[in-house]
């Protein structure tokens, strides 16, 4: 569905993405994960047609979206960070206007927009002027007029950002029911929004891929899966003890209280608790830590800010 | 045709809005007082002196109303963020650019058939010459295309419409005043500056009640170079 290679952009002379590539296959949902001015935007007006790459070459269902600019856009649906209603226009004779523009024919508009209000919740301010129009409203009609002349690709640019946490979960139900009809590439720069959401993560950092895959994948990645423990006891017999399991992190030990992470599979937490006891330690808490995407987010981000 | 779609939608903003009427009415209501002042004032005269009066201010009066009108032609899409929505649309930038010029121009012709009553007033009491109206007329409206495409063009440039219509009063004054130029300067420049001035060379037959084909020429000229700069600008746009 999307191809992407070797994807430059240089704003002047402050490179905002760097040879970037990635491919999304039909049908995706994939999350584009990053801070703020680490290159998502960039990327997604790239695709969606609103700004030319200095270099490399994007291929969305076989076209060019450089030389075969025109054929591209009559496949995706974009929505931009802000979202772009004409605040004079009521709701429905704006995704009119936007279905005409996207080579709906006439007949057929009147469904389409009635289709699009209905998959985000639209159908009640159908007559309403857009300026009147709450924040979160604004937001699903920028999502509306992505999706109304049913695009195969759905590119949406931070689409829960200054919504409130009722309306992040109203939008993130929107988005997974789009699912199976496009290809969605989402991205936001808060994890939790869109990991639940998500097939596939790709992690951009400073313009250039960090990671991708499923969260399961990513979190195997970076060391897997690990059990969390805190014992009241002796350091060096829990030590002892807990290595015969895996390698293990002394992550605080203050009062006598050890917080350790120790890096087996879940599976053996039996096994470790009774090791635990049978060794004459306290054992006061004991779970599985499988990779909190959040805290691995943060790991790659800042590992790489190190690293620079 | 994506640009009379386009041309529909940016007509019906202009009429939906205060700011549309609010420009229609001063430039009226000010269009009426120098007819009255000037054009009818003053020791007696013939109706075509009248009428040839009318059209003189009321090409000033089309100069502006083009700037007004045009200012928020594009450059309110890039303030209101409303620009990516026409760039991921399967249009063409020259479509774009047609489709909002055709709205000012739509809107420019409205404000000169609300003109037509002075001219019908001359009727009243005196004798006009139909041609003579609807010469001066045609080039109100080839000056008003001109002037409207050359604004089309600030309008791409500006980011938000105060500097569009700054750019676009800057750029037609230059071309009014290129009649000064050719006054100062040699031949062949001087006839080259001539040529190329928008009012003091191209309107006055009109003016006068006459057409002649190179000053039709001329501001179909005008208005196909602005506006083809404009579509380029567009293009240009996607690179920044």
């Given at each position: ?110 469904s389409h927009v009635g289709e699009a209000e209905e998959k985000t919740g639209l159908r009640d301010v159908h007559g309403e002027v857009i300026s009147t129009l709450s924040h979160g409203y604004r937001q699903r009609v920028g999502l509306a007029q992505a999706l109304v002349h049913k695009p195969s690709l759905l590119i949406l640019d931070e689409p829960t950002s200054g919504l409130d946490p009722l309306q992040i979960v109203e939008m993130r139900d929107v988005i997974r029911g789009l699912k199976g009809a496009h290809t969605v590439l989402v991205s936001s720069h808060i994890l939790p929004e869109i990991s639940q959401t998500c097939d596939r993560l790709l992690i951009i950092h400073k313009g250039t891929l960090l990671a991708q895959g ?95 | ?240």
């Amino acid at each position: 569905m999307i191809q992407v290679e070797g994807l430059t952009k240089f704003y002047g002379e402050h490179a905002a993405i760097r040879d970037l590539a990635f491919t999304i296959g039909q049908g995706e949902v994939i999350g584009f994960l990053g801070l703020n001015g680490a290159g998502k935007s960039t990327t997604l007006k790239i695709l969606g047609c609103v700004l030319l790459p200095t270099s490399g070459r994007v291929v969305i269902d076989g076209h060019d979206v450089v030389s075969q600019s025109h054929e591209v856009r009559q496949r995706i649906g974009y929505l931009p960070d802000v979202p772009p209603v004409y605040e004079e226009m009521t709701v429905g004779e704006y995704l009119a206007y936007v279905a005409r523009l996207r080579d709906v024919p006439a007949k057929a508009t009147a469904s389409h927009v009635g289709e699009a209000e209905e998959k985000t919740g639209l159908r009640d301010v159908h007559g309403e002027v857009i300026s009147t129009l709450s924040h979160g409203y604004r937001q699903r009609v920028g999502l509306a007029q992505a999706l109304v002349h049913k695009p195969s690709l759905l590119i949406l640019d931070e689409p829960t950002s200054g919504l409130d946490p009722l309306q992040i979960v109203e939008m993130r139900d929107v988005i997974r029911g789009l699912k199976g009809a496009h290809t969605v590439l989402v991205s936001s720069h808060i994890l939790p929004e869109i990991s639940q959401t998500c097939d596939r993560l790709l992690i951009i950092h400073k313009g250039t891929l960090l990671a991708q895959g499923s969260e399961e994948e990513l979190s195997r990645s970076l060391g897997g899966p690990s059990i969390m423990l805190e014992v009241r006891g002796d350091r060096a017999r829990a030590l002892e003890v807990l290595q015969g399991f895996g390698a293990v992190e002394v992550l605080e030990g203050t009062g006598g209280v050890l917080e350790m992470k120790v890096a087996a599979a879940p599976d053996l937490r039996p096994q470790v608790a009774r090791a635990v006891v049978g060794a004459g330690l306290e054992l006061l808490r004991l779970d599985a830590n499988e990779g909190q995407l959040e805290a691995l987010f943060l790991r790659l981000t800042h590992g790489q800010e190190v690293r620079a | 045709m994506k640009a009379l779609l386009i041309a529909r939608r940016e007509l019906a903003g202009y009429l939906r809005t205060l700011s549309g009427y609010v420009i229609l009415a001063i430039l009226l209501a000010v269009n009426g007082l120098f007819f009255n002042a000037y054009a009818l004032g003053g020791a007696s005269k013939r109706s075509a002196e009248v009428l040839s009066g009318f059209f003189y201010y009321s090409s000033g009066f089309t100069i502006v109303a083009a700037i007004l009108v045009s200012m928020r032609l594009l450059a309110e899409e890039r303030q209101t963020g409303t620009l990516p929505l026409l760039y991921a649309s399967p249009v063409r930038d020259r479509d774009i650019v047609l489709g909002k010029f055709l709205a000012g121009l739509a809107f420019l012709a409205l404000y000169l058939l609300l003109t037509l009553y002075m001219p019908l007033l001359v009727l009243v009491n005196g004798k006009v010459s139909f041609g003579h109206v609807a010469a001066g007329y045609l080039g109100l409206l080839l000056l008003g295309s001109a002037s409207l495409a050359v604004g089309t063009f600030g309008s791409s440039l500006a980011k938000n419409q105060l500097l569009a219509a700054i750019f676009s009063a800057v750029m037609l004054v230059a071309l009014i005043l290129c009649w000064l130029l050719a006054r100062i300067t040699e031949q062949p420049l001087s006839d080259v500056f001539s040529a190329m001035s928008l009012w003091n060379q191209h309107f006055p037959p009109f003016q006068a009640g006459l057409i002649h084909v190179r000053d039709v020429v001329y501001y179909l000229v005008v208005t196909y170079v602005a506006l083809f700069a404009a579509t380029r600008v567009l293009e240009a746009r996607r690179w920044r």
